[in-house]
């Protein structure tokens, strides 16, 4: 069966979807699909709700927030099953990637939000007769929308942010994914955290689209560019914020000078980690001519070591969603069609019924293929042999995603000045997909990879209002710019511009 099915119902009855596990193709359950006046209903619960959850303030949501760590850790095994049912991926990297880095989330901004979110006193650089409070005000009713490729971090991480900074929440998980992103809901629930606060929307793009439309305060998104641009469409008609999660083509460039042995392992995991479906996935490899032939070598080897399959000791697990496994077939077939040749995998795994494609490493690649422009979000490793790093710098930015990217050299300087000239919002070297697991880091895409950040101060900032409060020092019965206007204050306005615009005193001192 197909992995999200429509469920025949007659006239008048609600749409149902029927979901499978993507590695047995076994059924899962099936759910209702939530309307329009659901999310508007769900909008004004949470709008009631609200003001009582902003009014406990940082501590007493972050308390919450501190016990729905303790729940979590007490029920990783179930939480880890949920997730493996839903995305057919390794138990170990559900719940490595899923459960650690929530439980770390969950932690950290319990443990930080006091401080991120306390007002700031800036002092005025002019007027010294005023004084400047920085003040960061919950924003009302986020709604948050994720994928399914992490369907438990990527909800969970947004939503405890949204949360500790005062809002209610109302979040609409992928439909291929609806328990895992319902386990976010039950977290909190057991954690104490008031009614209609937090809300879960189970659907599918009609449904999230609903809920941009329902009268929310922001929408968080996470997912591909084409939605991406539509709820940006919906937000800007509506006025409302939104940041962009969206998809990436992540570049990796192997210099001259790299430890070949690193740089082959770490091609191999973040290509094929999660089956490739990261957003932070190496897509693409430009390896510098000198040591082209050797790093091939070391990544076949590795690539055909994996084990994929569908429980135990196994490294790749299925793809998550089918139109998924098309895209891969489709990438894989025209760059074999444009003369790449395939040095490990390369077709469907005939092992199994579910959504396998084996890790596949292909070369003789250039950018008249899809594989080497368009995001795959598989596991297919393509490695492009370039002239010198500049060529590889050249390439890498030649793209229309910037979410992520890595660079691979000894020469931890050379390193750091071609990241800085990588266009992506993150550059790591001699490292790989780790942007979104460094939780201070702010997280974000440039060009069609997105807009705004999660994670980190700005991110936690990012649900908030930032209000801007200013107070009067002194008192006095009038300011020099007010009525009535003057010859006499025209001179002095003329005299004081003169002095601490047109002297160095005054430009010091300004
Ligand atoms: P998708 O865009 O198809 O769906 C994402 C979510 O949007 C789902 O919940 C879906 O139901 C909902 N949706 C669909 N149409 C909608 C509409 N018109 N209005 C509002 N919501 C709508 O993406 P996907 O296939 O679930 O996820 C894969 C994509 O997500 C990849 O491109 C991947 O790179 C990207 N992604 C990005 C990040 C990041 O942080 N940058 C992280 C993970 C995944």
């Known amino acids: 069966m197909a992995i999200v099915q429509a469920v025949e119902t007659g006239p008048g009855v609600r749409r149902r979807l029927r979901v499978a596990n993507p590695a047995t193709r076994e059924p899962l359950g099936e759910f209702e699909v939530q309307t329009r006046d659901d999310a508007v209903a769900a909008v004004e619960a949470a709008r009631k709700a609200q003001p009582a959850w902003a009014g406990l303030g940082v501590d007493g949501r972050a308390r919450i927030l501190r016990r729905a760590v303790r729940s979590l850790v007490a029920h990783q095994d179930a939480f880890v099953d949920t997730i493996v049912a839903e995305t057919g991926k390794p138990a170990i990297e559900a719940r490595a990637a899923e459960i650690a880095t929530s439980c770390d989330a969950l932690e950290f901004y319990a443990k930080r939000a006091r401080r991120i979110l306390a007002d700031r006193r800036v002092p005025l650089h002019l007027l010294k007769g005023k004084r400047l409070r920085i003040a960061y005000r919950p924003l009302g009713v986020v709604g948050i929308i994720t994928p399914w490729n992490f369907p438990f971090i990527l909800s969970l991480n947004p939503v405890a942010q949204a949360l500790v900074a005062g ?103 973040s290509a094929f980690a999660n089956a490739g479906q990261v957003c932070i996935s190496t897509e693409r490899v430009y390896v510098v001519d000198e040591v082209y032939d050797a790093f091939v070598n070391k990544v076949v080897e590795n690539a055909a070591a994996l084990r994929q399959g569908t429980g135990g000791e196994i490294d790749v697990g299925s793809l998550a969603w089918e139109p998924q496994l098309d895209v891969v077939e489709r990438h894989v077939r025209d760059a074999l069609a444009k003369g790449a040749r395939v040095l490990v995998g390369g077709r469907r795994n005939p092992d199994y019924a579910g959504l396998f494609w084996e890790p596949t490493v292909l070369v003789d690649v250039d950018h008249t293929m899809d594989v080497m422009r368009e995001e795959t979000f598989g596991p297919v490793l393509p490695i492009m042999r370039v002239r ?114 047109g002297t160095s005193i005054g430009r010091w001192l300004s």
């Open 167 to 269: 809002n209610a929440v109302i979040l609409k998980p992928s439909e291929a994914t609806p328990a895992s992103g319902r386990l976010v809901g039950e977290l909190f629930a057991e954690a104490g955290l008031p009614e209609d606060v937090l809300q879960v929307l189970c659907g599918d793009g009609e449904t999230g689209a609903a809920l941009v439309d329902a009268g929310v305060d922001k929408i968080s998104f996470t997912g591909s560019v084409a939605t991406g641009r539509r709820v940006a469409e919906a937000c800007g008609r509506s006025l409302i914020p939104c940041t962009l999660e969206l998809g990436g083509k992540d570049p990796m460039i192997v210099c001259a000078d790299a430890d070949l042995e690193r740089a082959a392992a770490g091609a191999v995991w």
């Open 388 to 501: 010198d790093d500049e060529e590889a710098l050249q390439l890498a930015n030649a793209t229309r995603y910037g979410l992520n990217s890595s660079v691979w050299s000894r020469d931890r300087h050379r390193g750091l000045e071609l990241a800085r000239r990588l266009e992506a919002g993150a550059a790591v070297v001699n490292d790989c997909m780790i942007a979104y697991g460094a939780t201070e880091a702010p997280f974000g895409g440039v060009k069609d990879s997105g807009i705004g950040q999660v994670n980190g101060e700005a991110g936690l900032r990012g649900f908030c209002h930032t209000q801007s409060i200013l107070v009067d020092r002194f008192g006095r019965r009038s300011e020099p710019g007010w009525y009535p206007y003057t010859a006499r204050k025209a001179r002095r306005l003329e005299r004081a511009v003169r002095w601490i615009w």
